[in-house]
């Protein structure tokens, strides 16, 4: 019986694991919301070249509002911004850590929203300097998953 | 609770009474004249004898009847999805089965639906040696699981773990996968060794493939040893698998991703009441080509009640929950009946825990009907 016990409580036990906080605290004139999704965002002609999965592919801000992904798809997406990046690079540059949400929300250093499961939204993402900020997904970036936020 | 909960719970009161006996895969109850409800609870699961008849290749030592080849499994589900609204999905599945002297082939080829491609689901070859009470299995089958995570579903929520992809390795407990497995009955235990090489890859219900720029496929043979022992009303069971995927990213060069999976589950009957719970830990050691190590995690607890005589209809309660590392954590409630000897009613709320819920059902229909089975 105490065999039972334990395997029962330990079932549907997550160890360790990230808890993607929805929202964030930061002060924000307005919040610019974009879509995820790689099934429903076909391939789009962008400055940088062609990009699908996000909508809008190009999202243009002003300094002091804020940017939220949402993820419409049925599966996982993460939103990772690729730092000092001016172009989308060949290939994925993204690790395993583009799973967990990032600590910083300006959008001008390394800011990734993590793995978004279906339906969940990421934190708010500050626009805090003037800049193109190109960003992807961990999962999805060789099917040409990225996108970028212009902010003035 | 939710009020559609309730809603839920009390319609299936109310119907669960006179809920009918169950159908079979038809082409088996012709064959071997039997009533439907020898090998079902409530459609498509199986009870004990069912359970028994699939281990021993199905096939049993009675005279045969009839020439059907072919069933057909005819699924409208029906799922309220949090971001999209209401959605009706029709679905089927094509179930064949021919014996070649103690050789059975099986087949279960899931139909396309709403743009999805159509494809072989399961494909295999079984014998049974009495002498040596093992089970001799070849082709595209499902892991040895306790639940089964594909066919055999009682309700239309991913089991725990079953589904969980880890970093970019795509392939989850769930995928039927190619190779050959050998499954022994030794006393009260029952050991299974699987040694596959690929999977089954395409939607079982529809949704358009969409380009992903990842392709996976096994570098080395998966390993997987699964056992389990009965004692009394008591099942405990342990699991593993080893294996190593080649990922291959569009633009990238290839990589390998070394994995590993254990888990544990125990199951425990008492009259009407069954309680199952599973737990999986998993290890990826290049899950994005830069040599990351991975953990994952994940099970569920379920309790099951089953209602009448002969089991025809059941309430349902499970906890599904794993991280990958990102956490998923629901509440299924969930209810089945035999709305006649051939068809399902299924329905369902699952409770998203920090998120939303969506209400959802399915009717399942067998085909052909035989007459007086």
């Known amino acids: 019986m105490r065999w039972v016990a334990l395997l029962l409580a330990l079932s549907g036990c997550t160890a360790g694991g990230v808890n993607p906080a929805a929202g964030g605290g930061a002060s924000v004139t307005s919040v610019t919301t974009i879509d995820v999704s790689i099934a429903a965002f076909a391939l789009e002609s962008t400055p940088l070249g062609d990009a699908r999965g996000f909508s809008p592919e190009v999202t243009n801000v002003s300094v002091g509002s804020g940017v939220q992904f949402v993820n419409v798809d049925n599966t996982e997406h993460t939103a990772t911004s690729i730092p000092g990046a001016t172009a989308f690079p060949a290939v994925s540059p993204f690790g395993v850590s583009a799973l967990q949400p990032t600590a910083n929300v300006g959008i001008s250093g390394g800011w990734g929203a993590g793995a978004l499961a279906p339906g969940q939204m990421s934190q708010v993402f500050v626009v805090n300097q003037p800049g193109t900020y190109i960003y992807g997904c961990f999962f999805h970036y060789s099917g040409g998953m990225r996108g970028m936020i212009v902010a003035k | 609770m939710p009020s559609k909960v309730l809603i839920a719970i009390a319609v299936a009161c109310a119907i669960l009474a006179c809920a009918a006996p169950a159908s079979a895969i038809p082409l088996y109850a012709q064959r071997y004249r039997l009533q439907c409800e020898q090998c079902h609870t409530v459609i498509p699961e199986l009870n004990a004898f069912g359970i028994s008849f699939r281990e021993h290749g199905y096939q049993l030592p009675l005279p045969r009847h009839g020439t059907t080849g072919i069933a057909i499994r005819y699924q409208l589900q029906y799922q309220v999805d949090p971001t999209n609204g209401p959605r009706y999905t029709p679905g089927g599945i094509v179930l064949s089965n021919f014996d070649f002297g103690k050789i059975s082939a099986f087949v279960h080829y899931n139909l396309g639906a709403q743009g999805g491609p159509a494809g072989l689901y399961l494909g295999y070859l079984a014998s049974y040696n009495e002498h040596t009470e093992t089970l001799y299995r070849a082709g595209l089958f499902e892991l040895p699981l306790p639940q089964s995570p594909g066919q055999r579903l009682d309700d239309l929520q991913q089991y725990g773990y079953y589904g969980a992809h880890v970093g970019l390795n795509d392939l989850p407990l769930s995928s039927p996968r190619w190779g050959a ?193």
């Open chain 2, 181 to 373: 497995q050998v499954e022994r009955t030794i006393g009260n235990a029952v050991v299974d060794a699987v040694l596959d090489t690929g999977e089954f890859k395409g939607a079982a219900y529809g949704g358009a493939p969409v380009p992903t720029g990842e392709t996976t496929s096994a570098q080395t043979p998966e390993v997987g040893l699964f056992a389990h022992v009965l004692s009394g009303p008591f099942v405990f069971g342990v699991e593993g698998l080893d294996g190593t995927r080649r990922i291959v990213l569009t633009g990238k060069a290839p990589f390998d991703d070394g994995y590993t999976r254990a888990g544990l589950w125990t199951s425990f009957t008492a009259g009407q009441l069954q309680l199952q719970s599973e737990q999986w830990f998993g290890r990826d050691f290049n899950a994005d080509g830069f040599g990351t190590l991975v953990g994952s995690s994940g099970g569920y607890v379920r309790a099951k009640y089953y209602i009448g005589e002969g089991d025809h209809a059941y309430l349902g309660i499970r906890y599904d929950a794993y991280q990958n590392p990102i956490i998923t954590r629901d509440v299924t409630y969930y209810g089945a009946f035999m709305l006649f000897k051939h068809a399902r009613i299924l329905f369902q709320q699952v409770q998203t825990i920090g998120g939303t819920g969506s209400f959802g059902g399915a009717l399942t229909v067998a085909f052909p009907w035989p007459p007086n089975l």
